[in-house]
């Protein structure tokens, strides 16, 4: 009996010292967050301009967020802008620097006539125009009211 007893406590103690240890800081470098740095957007959905066989895409990977123009006609693909220049165009317009490889910008959307990009960058509306290349700063971006709550 005893020795049936100092078997099961010599077993209990050795898994006790062989156990493993949660290691959160290990766990924690494959949060989805650090793993959406590290493996970048996994999903692109296009957006096609009016009227035309032009679509363009967005996504990010190790080289930073993308903006990419795409014919399908003619089988093509381009920078929808240089980055570098948007960003110093962002930069001299909101006194404010942006990083070209991580441009923030939201709500992203053609005119009707496909020559002018709209964005919201910072609640601010912007509009670029890609035949002259030039940035303009529009109006605050309306925020919705709660009516009749306050």
Do not use: C
Request: no cysteine; aromatic share 10%; net charge positive.
């Amino acid at each position: 009996m005893k020795t049936v007893l100092l078997s099961l406590l010599l077993i209990h103690f050795s898994i006790t010292l062989f156990a493993q240890r949660a290691n959160f800081e290990l766990a924690e470098r494959f949060s989805a967050e650090k793993l959406a740095e590290m493996t970048g957007d996994l999903t692109i959905s296009g957006e096609w301009l009016k009227k035309t066989d032009k679509f363009w895409y967005s996504y990010k990977d190790q080289g930073g967020r993308q903006f990419i123009l795409v014919d399908a006609e003619r089988r093509s693909k381009a920078p929808l802008f240089d980055r570098e220049k948007m960003a110093m165009k962002l930069t001299r317009l909101t006194n404010k620097p942006y990083n070209a490889l991580d441009l923030p910008l939201k709500n992203i959307r053609f005119t009707d006539d496909n020559q002018t990009l709209k964005f919201e960058l910072d609640s601010i509306n912007f509009e670029f125009n890609l035949l002259q290349k030039t940035l303009a700063k529009k109006d605050v971006v309306e925020k919705d009211t709660l009516r009749g709550l306050l």
